[in-house]
């Protein structure tokens, strides 16, 4: 007995006769409709432009002594950075060393992952001939922080050695990673400079990851910073780095180049005052808003083996060539960067009105040179770098003070006593 085909009844469009269609044609017609729409929204999603990957940032700690500034910079840093990097060793130049004493619960307390970073001057001479000493000496220093309760996730050498250096480097690099415990990974510290040498592959070969450094590489006279040119030396990075990760190393402070008779650089100052004199000096700035640029443009760019970014270095309160810390957090997090001053004029219990300057922005707000009075006011005086002055009302004059306010900081820069204290307005110019 042969098997009646089931059929579906519909009705034509015109009011007809029903047509007749089976299951399976019924199936293919669906199927057909849902491939069109997949295919529509592929096309709209190819259409569309998605946001770039945002890369994870870490800090490097490089201070030389831990105060309380900056250990309340550390507690914070969790909030907007994956990682920390901690001078835990300086070697040089000579036989000067350094070895910072951090504080240990703090950094146990933040659950970021720490790496030990040991500096060694690119004075030090041929580390071959100093191969054993210099390993003892770093392999120690994970040795000490384990003692103190921290086992290191990864060990980077810091060592600015010439170009013509590099294969000794490569050896001195690959012996130290064979003493080395299986889970630590080895990363450096790298130059542009480095990038056009052939022995730069040993180099690469002998470490799990590089950190390219692109800011004060070059003569100091000539700026920490160029966006272009550190773009070019992340594109040509990544050529030669292309069989391992690399970081980029940005800045996140400035320097005051301390000059001699001639006008030549006799000393760099950052992180630390330098005692030697000078004849004249320069002060070097790092606009965030260039770093954010570029952070932007390396994003896009989508390298395949860049990981992220490492800060140069964790401000603190008191550190005066660095960024504020909510600087360095707004670039980090994408936040708009701005500068917003205010004045505000406070009534004392004397009658006296107080006048401060707020830089409540993420960045540094211009210090006016001026600060005009409005109002009836008969006395008054300036602090911090500001003198009063009639003209013939009242103002405030700026001298040869810091021509920027800080970040999150505060300036009292006078008083008044007016008549009226509830009419006075003061307004920068």
């Keep these: 007995m042969k098997r009646r085909r089931r059929c579906i009844e519909t009705h034509s469009p015109g009011g007809g ?16 409709l849902l491939s069109v ?11 569309a432009t998605a946001s770039p990957p945002k890369l994870p940032h870490g800090v490097y700690v490089w201070q030389r002594v831990w105060n309380p500034p900056l250990e309340t910079s550390v507690a914070a840093t969790p909030q907007f950075a994956g990682s920390l990097r901690v001078l835990a060793l300086q070697v040089g ?12 619960e703090l950094l146990r307390s933040t659950g970021l992952p720490v790496t030990v970073v040991v500096r060694i001057d690119g004075s030090h001479g041929d580390l071959a001939a100093q191969a054993t000493p210099l390993q003892q ?36 690099l690959a012996q130290l990673r064979a003493q080395l415990p299986p889970a630590t990974a080895l990363s450096i510290t790298a130059l542009p400079a480095w990038r056009e040498a052939a022995a730069l592959d040993a180099v690469l070969a002998a470490v799990d990851q590089s950190v390219l450094q692109v800011h004060a ?8 910073f160029d966006a272009a040119l550190a773009r070019r030396w992340v594109d040509d990075w990544s050529r030669r780095s292309a069989m391992r990760p690399f970081l980029v190393a940005l800045p996140a402070y400035g320097a005051r180049l301390k000059l001699d008779e001639d006008g030549a650089v006799a000393a760099v100052e950052s992180e630390q005052r330098l005692a030697r004199r000078s004849a004249a000096a320069r002060e070097l700035a790092v606009d965030p808003r260039d770093v954010a640029a570029l952070i932007a443009a390396l994003e896009a760019r989508r390298y395949p083996q860049l990981s992220g970014f490492v800060w140069f270095r964790l401000p603190h309160d008191g550190d005066e060539r660095a960024w504020a810390l909510r600087t360095l957090r ?62 013939p009302g009242i103002s405030l004059v700026r001298g040869d003070t810091a021509a920027v306010l800080r970040a999150g900081t505060s300036r009292p820069v006078g008083w008044l006593r007016c008549a009226d204290a509830t009419a006075v307005r003061v307004t920068p110019e």
């Design 17 to 32: 006769r029903p047509a007749l269609r089976s299951r399976a044609q019924v199936r293919r017609r669906v199927a057909a």
């Design 37 to 47: 729409l997949v295919a529509a929204l592929l096309l709209a999603a190819c259409g």
């Design 93 to 104: 130049p000579g036989a000067r060393r350094v070895e910072p004493e951090p504080n240990w």
């Design 137 to 172: 000496a770093v392999l120690a220093q994970l040795d000490r922080w384990r003692e103190h309760g921290i086992v290191a996730a990864g060990l980077e050498i810091d060592y600015d050695c010439a170009t013509a250096q590099l294969v000794a480097y490569a050896q001195w």
């Design 217 to 224: 590489v070059q003569n100091p006279a000539q700026g920490l």
């Design 330 to 391: 707004a670039v980090i997090e994408r936040a708009p960067l701005r500068a917003d001053l205010r004045v505000a004029v406070t009534l004392q219990s004397n009658g006296a009105l107080n006048l401060t300057l707020h830089s409540d922005g993420t960045v540094d707000a211009p210090v006016p040179s001026r600060l005009r009075v409005h109002g009836d006011c008969s006395a008054g005086d300036g602090i911090n770098g500001f003198t009063v002055q009639r003209d």
